[in-house]
């Protein structure tokens, strides 16, 4: 207690005891020992009166809350005007006592050590609560950074692979053409059909190894982001089918597509391959039709490309966008299944999502976002 005159602190001290309080009590005067005893004493609750001789209330305040900002602070003084009360308030007090009404001083002690209680658990609360955020944004920094050079290490391996395939499927590929070309003749059908075999499957591991190293291509290229048009970037990719779609009734809605920031080859390489994707799986229908459109919705762009083709079963949607992942033998469709793969991963470059739905024998719809925004920091075009 800071307080000048004895007995003032002497009734402040039975005062607390009539009222159940234990406690080691010290009384000091000046603001030299005050300092000291905050270090030394450490005190659970502190009461000042507000003038002294050489030391006043209010400068012991700014010492405690520099000093412990968690111990209560009350001010027991023989008055304390209006101004004065604020000023202690907003400064950190607690609480303020008149000395003629002492019998209040057990009830504010009461109430302040309550708070100060709930202060304190918050406080450690909240510090847990930092602590496990920060170790939980170590972990994930850790965790990303982990997978980043997993996924590093992947692509490299993938290319390296897809790379080195390359010299042993082009000697197979020349003793095909050598057997095919000089010694037809000297094998018999089922010779010629084993030969007509490994022809096919050499064709499809060498578009395997093209979509293998495109997708690892795509993984490995950084992005070029400027304000594009979807309208004629859809255009463009549409042109690169013409003579696939030669002889087949196909018909196409193609609704307005908005501007967008992206890197242009990349994303048209999303509408290649779902464009292409719907035009394989609406080859067996005599008339196909395949609606391209947008949509915009709570800051991002949705894009939607739907076709009547074969459809497929929801209850595996989950596979689409996986590497190799197929719905349908290659038999009746051919295909690596890396296009949607690729798909995805370039949307997700760009900040945005992929999803499909679908009926089997009815259609397909695949949709992919890009966020909307501005253009700062855009490459220019």
């Not at 000042?48 to 012991?60: I, M, N, R, V, Y």
């Not at 080195?164 to 003793?175: F, K, N, T, W």
Request: glycine share 6%.
């Amino acid at each position: 207690m800071v307080e000048d005159e004895a007995g003032d602190a002497q009734l402040a001290e039975q005062v607390l005891r009539k009222a159940g309080f234990d406690f080691v009590f010290k009384r000091i005067e000046s603001q030299s020992a005050f300092e000291r005893e905050l270090k030394d004493f450490r005190p659970s609750v502190i009461l000042s009166d507000h003038g002294l001789c050489a030391f006043d209330g209010f400068s012991a305040l700014a010492l405690a809350r520099n000093s412990c900002p968690d111990v209560p602070f009350i001010f027991v003084t023989g008055s304390l005007g209006e101004e004065m009360a604020t000023k202690a308030l907003k400064n950190g007090a607690a609480d303020f006592i008149l000395k003629h009404r002492m019998a209040a001083l057990p009830s504010a002690l009461h109430r302040a050590l309550r708070e100060a209680h709930s202060r304190l658990q918050r406080n450690k609360a909240e510090e847990q609560i930092r602590r496990l955020n920060e170790e939980l944004e170590h972990r994930v920094a850790r965790r990303t950074a982990e997978l980043e050079a997993a996924n590093k290490e992947l692509e490299a391996f993938s290319y390296s692979v897809s790379h080195e395939l390359r010299a042993p499927l082009r000697q197979i590929e020349g003793y095909i053409e050598v057997l095919s070309t000089n010694r037809s003749a000297a094998l018999d059908d089922e010779g010629r059909e084993c030969l007509s075999t490994i022809a096919t499957s050499a064709r499809r591991l060498s578009q395997l190894i093209d979509d293998l190293l495109a997708f690892s291509r795509t993984a490995r290229a950084g992005m070029r982001k400027t304000r594009i048009s979807l309208k004629a970037i859809c255009e463009s990719a549409l042109r690169d089918f013409t003579t696939e779609t030669e002889g087949r009734n196909v018909e196409w809605k193609v609704s307005e597509l908005p501007e967008v920031s992206g890197d242009a080859a990349l994303i048209r390489q999303v509408f290649v391959n779902l464009i292409g994707n719907a035009l394989k799986y609406t080859k067996r229908r005599q008339h196909a039709r395949i609606e391209i459109s947008s949509r915009k919705v709570a800051g991002e762009l949705i894009v939607k490309v739907k076709d009547n083709g074969v459809g497929f079963d929801m209850r595996y949607a989950d596979k689409l966008f996986g590497v190799f992942q197929r719905l349908h033998p290659y038999s009746e469709f051919e295909g690596t299944g890396i296009g949607l793969a690729n798909v995805r991963r370039i949307i997700h470059q760009h900040g945005g999502r992929t999803w499909a739905e679908g009926e089997p024998n009815q259609s397909a719809t695949f949709y992919f976002s890009l966020p909307l925004q501005e253009d700062a920091g855009l490459d220019a075009p």
